[in-house]
């Protein structure tokens, strides 16, 4: 009878009717998954808008895994484009948290230019389990569940047109007046120029969040262009300690380099939506989320990152709009340089400001509008932490961060936090309208 008992401990049976191994939730082991994902991407040197597709897909698949083993989780088919449920035909017993962190490793290690860098990982998360007593028999099924998914969601993502960019014309620079030209001191070519054909998750298209248009360009002292790119200028020449900082935390350069004489040196940072996935595990550890709607929240910023950088993409190469340093060197002072480095796409709309403040409301719809975190994102770029009142703030900091970096006008910041606020709310009520309600 005592034996009995135990099995029936072990095991439970899941809404979709197969039996499933329940143990601890493992929660903790959400964030140290993801961020083994992002420091492959660090390694890769992924830019920014794929960064956020790796994302997205590498948690697409723990999503759907948690949603056909619990009732209280919206499947992703349900608001996601083009993307329909997957079954999962297990006739084992398997631990769905199980299958769902390893499906998190084994889409990036399938997706990832290095993505074999994961299996250490891998073993790693296999090892702990087997170290707490998990059967062998239910995680090695978990295991066999995670890569069937996997496969599927690759599969998934191969249609997303991503494969097409290299065949794509490539993109020439104009060396018109207004036009983004590549900027020291690496002079690296455009980044992602035809982003916009990538099929999204949520919004209806690339152009659906289409911002106002950026000031005309002018060579005119007394002309609005010129102002702003005074702006620029000015503030650059003046930044208190703080706004240094500011500028510095927020950097988020994947294609940071210094250069010394003939020689060159890469710094290898974490992606702008790098940043925010690992806010949004702060934040959920914080709450003490259980894993399912921890796994959830990560997914939701995933996807919404996704969307804004197609949709800020798609403003950039559009309006093809000019750097302040170009303006600058050219026409206010042919030494100036900005505090950090330009990165390599045009201007407007600012891209920090759209997707930060895009993922901003999704968190707050999530998860309150005054949720104070810690941020030690940057610590392991030998910056302290930093404190936080909402999200909203962070995003609010991150956005004019990119004035004080010398790298923005104030209209595509200003303008960007308006196309990512549009996103964001767009992106909740699409989520109203699936059943998903705030996590707090």
């Not at 707490?132 to 996997?150: C, F, G, M, N, R």
């Not at 590549?182 to 070519?189: G, Q």
């Not at 610590?379 to 004080?404: C, H």
Request: proline share 6%.
């Amino acid at each position: 009878m005592k034996r009995l008992l135990l099995l029936f401990a072990w095991l439970v049976v899941s809404p979709s009717g197969k039996a499933e191994v329940a143990k601890q939730d493992l929660a903790q082991q959400l964030q140290p998954t993801v961020f083994a994902v992002t420091m492959v991407m660090i390694h890769d040197v992924v830019n920014p808008p794929a960064a956020s597709r790796f994302y997205t897909y590498c948690l697409l698949g723990a999503h759907e895994i948690v949603a056909r083993n619990q009732k209280n989780v919206v499947s992703p088919s349900v608001f996601v484009r083009a993307f329909e449920t997957i079954s999962i035909d297990s006739k084992q017993p398997y631990n769905y948290q199980i299958a769902a962190l390893y499906c998190i490793l084994e889409t990036g290690r399938l997706i990832l230019p290095s993505g074999y860098m994961l299996e250490e990982k891998q073993k790693k998360l296999t090892d702990q389990l087997r170290s707490e007593k998990y059967p062998e028999t239910v995680i090695l099924q978990s295991i066999d569940v995670a890569q069937s998914v996997a496969k599927k969601i690759v599969a998934y993502a191969a249609a997303d047109n991503y494969r097409k960019l290299s065949a794509r014309t490539r993109y020439r620079p104009s060396k018109a007046d207004g036009f983004w030209y590549p900027t020291p001191p690496a002079y690296i070519e455009a980044i992602e120029p035809h982003w916009r054909t990538i099929r999204p998750m949520m919004i209806d298209s690339s152009s659906q969040f289409k911002p106002k248009p950026p000031v005309a360009f002018s060579k005119d002292t007394i002309s609005a262009f010129y102002k702003l790119a005074y702006d620029v200028y000015s503030v650059g020449n003046k930044l208190t300690d703080e706004q240094r900082f500011i500028a510095s935390y927020w950097d988020c350069n994947p294609f940071a380099v210094n250069t010394s004489g003939h020689m060159s040196i890469g710094f290898k940072k974490i992606s702008p939506g790098g940043h925010w996935m690992n806010i949004t595990s702060l934040a959920t550890k914080k709450a003490g989320l259980s894993f399912d709607k921890a796994l959830v929240v990560e997914s939701l910023v995933a996807m919404t990152l996704m969307d804004s950088f197609i949709s800020c993409w798609d403003e950039k190469y559009r309006s093809n709009r000019i750097r302040p340093e170009t303006v600058i060197n050219r026409y206010i002072n042919v030494r100036w340089q900005p505090l950090l480095q330009t990165p390599p796409f045009p201007e407007y709309t600012s891209g920090h400001s759209v997707i930060s403040t895009a993922v901003s409301e999704l968190l707050t719809f999530l998860m309150g509008d005054n949720f104070a975190f810690t941020d030690n994102t940057e610590v392991i770029f030998d910056l302290p932490e930093r404190q936080f009142k909402s999200f909203r703030q962070a995003a609010g900091e991150a956005a004019i961060s990119r004035l004080y970096g010398g790298i923005h006008y104030r209209d595509a910041i200003e303008n960007g936090q308006a196309q990512g606020k549009a996103i964001g709310e767009f992106v909740v009520q699409q989520l109203k309208k699936a059943g998903i309600k705030p996590v707090l």
